[in-house]
């Protein structure tokens, strides 16, 4: 572990994270239902597979005019991105199979598009997954000097465009992995200022054999069908397309203005909350009611969900997604979920405008942020739960109120209230926050 990451802490954990543990297991007990090796998401692998190789057999062998070749390597790119979403990403993080060899297949996908398993579980897994939105450790909301994701990082002037400009750069993200992150953490040891372990015999193998097939069906089949302008430009729209799918999906559930950018204590190095409440609330889920972008981005627009459980199969998030925001809204954890797809990319949008102001300095940010608390504030006012502490705000308040260890720490009636309005609250804030009534697998 490098030295950035060593230092930081998280806040002892109070049970949220066992409760929803509890609830969850509970959930996959009572349905007798397993949590990974899904026959549907074998069926969808087979799919997305069939559509990725459909699409490069007919760019590469069958189009014959500009708009088929377009089409093709369009669709190309966003099963590449599918490819990604939906198996890899299980597949790295163990949550495709109970088996070691399936994973480890299912993740190899990341190789074959021309990335790195190894240095994926090394960043994603461990970095972004451990400390998420934490400025200068996740390596996922650092876009170097180009933009500005979180108010922790420096500004510069042309961070006022960010909100136009940077949809256009997010798609050479997989060139960058591809040709450049890759080679560099394997060459340095470092990335993103975080260091990468070295790759044992085995590991550096699978890693040159999938830059070599990668090579090999990127350049070297279409080369030998067509002139390298044209080889050279149809990869281009592929990996752009493949870019930024792959890119907007991950800003969506973190670079929002509903999420949170915390950074440790200077002296402790400790971040305030525990780690399950730090995901919660660094994170946002968007458009659940959406088959078609549940389908295509393989749950990561249930992305809360994932950071908490990021074992269990994606099919299973729109089940668990509702135990998990009403445990969060017993405990006082702030869940948010963009009702739509279009109001998540308005809020991406806004995030990037705000952070390429001039006068967006992190006091700034933080009380731009300060409205997630006035939906608790209101309905702290309109539930007047007799457990003020003296010394803390009124959102604290209401936090402080629905934690089980206060809930535990007060006694006979009073206890019952705050568990009653708590839940109460509770309801109320989730009728509000997401604008539906009921989760998909809900009763
Ligand atoms: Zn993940």
């Known amino acids: 572990m490098s030295s950035s990451t060593a230092m930081v802490k998280f806040a002892k954990c109070e049970g949220f994270m066992q409760t929803l543990r509890e609830r969850v ?9 397993s949590k990974r090796d899904i026959p549907a998401m074998y069926l969808k692998t087979l799919v997305i597979l069939s559509w990725f190789a459909a699409s490069y057999v007919g760019l590469v062998f069958f189009a014959s005019t500009w708009p088929v070749a377009l089409f093709l390597s369009v669709s190309l790119g966003v099963s590449m991105a599918a490819i990604g979403f939906n198996i890899q990403h299980d ?14 297949l299912m993740a190899f996908t990341l190789d074959m598009l021309g990335g790195s398993s190894f240095i994926w579980k090394r960043t994603h897994n461990v970095i972004h997954h451990s400390y998420t939105n934490v400025t200068g450790v996740d390596g996922d909301i650092d876009l170097g000097f180009l933009g500005r994701l979180s108010p922790h990082q420096p500004r510069y002037w042309f961070h006022r465009f960010q909100h136009f400009y940077l949809w256009f750069l997010y798609g050479f993200i997989t060139i960058k992995w591809q040709f450049r992150d890759d080679f560099q953490a394997l060459f340095t040891g470092r990335i993103h200022g975080t260091d990468v372990p070295r790759p044992n015999a085995l590991e550096l193998t699978q890693l040159i054999v999938g830059k070599l097939l990668f090579l090999t069906l990127a350049f070297g089949v279409p080369l030998c069908f067509h002139a ?12 752009f397309a493949q870019g930024v799918l792959l890119s907007i999906v991950f800003q969506l559930a973190h670079c929002v203005q509903e999420a949170t950018f915390p950074m440790p204590d200077d002296a402790s190095h400790r971040i305030e909350n525990a780690w399950a409440v730090h995901q919660v609330e660094t994170t946002v889920d968007f458009a659940r009611t959406s088959r078609i972008v549940n389908w295509l981005t393989g749950g990561l627009n249930y992305q809360i969900e994932h950071h908490l459980f990021p074992q269990i199969c994606h099919v299973h998030y729109p089940a668990i997604a509702g135990i998990v925001e009403r445990t969060s809204a017993e405990f006082g954890v702030h869940y948010y979920a963009h009702q ?6 308005r809020s991406h949008y806004t995030w990037l405008r705000q952070m390429g102001r001039p006068d967006h300095s992190v006091a700034a940010a933080t009380a731009a942020a300060a409205w997630r608390d006035r939906i608790f504030d209101v309905h702290h006012d309109v539930c007047a739960v007799p457990c003020d502490r003296p010394g803390l705000s009124p959102s604290q308040n209401v936090r402080d109120a629905r934690s089980a260890d206060h809930l535990r720490s007060q006694s006979g009636t009073h206890a019952h209230d705050a568990a009653r309005v708590g839940r109460f609250c509770g309801w109320w804030a989730t009728g509000r926050n997401i604008g539906v009534s009921h989760l998909p697998g809900e009763s």
Do not use: C, E, K
Not at 25 to 31: A, V
Not at 340 to 345: D, F, H, M, N, S
């Open 228 to 239: 390298w302008y044209y080889v050279a430009l149809w990869f281009f729209v592929a990996s």
């Open 91 to 104: 597949g790295g993080h163990g949550a495709y199979s109970d088996s070691r060899l399936v994973n480890h």
């Open 25 to 33: 297991d509970g959930h996959f007990t009572s349905q007798q239902i």
């Open 340 to 345: 739509t797809l279009w109001q998540a990319v």
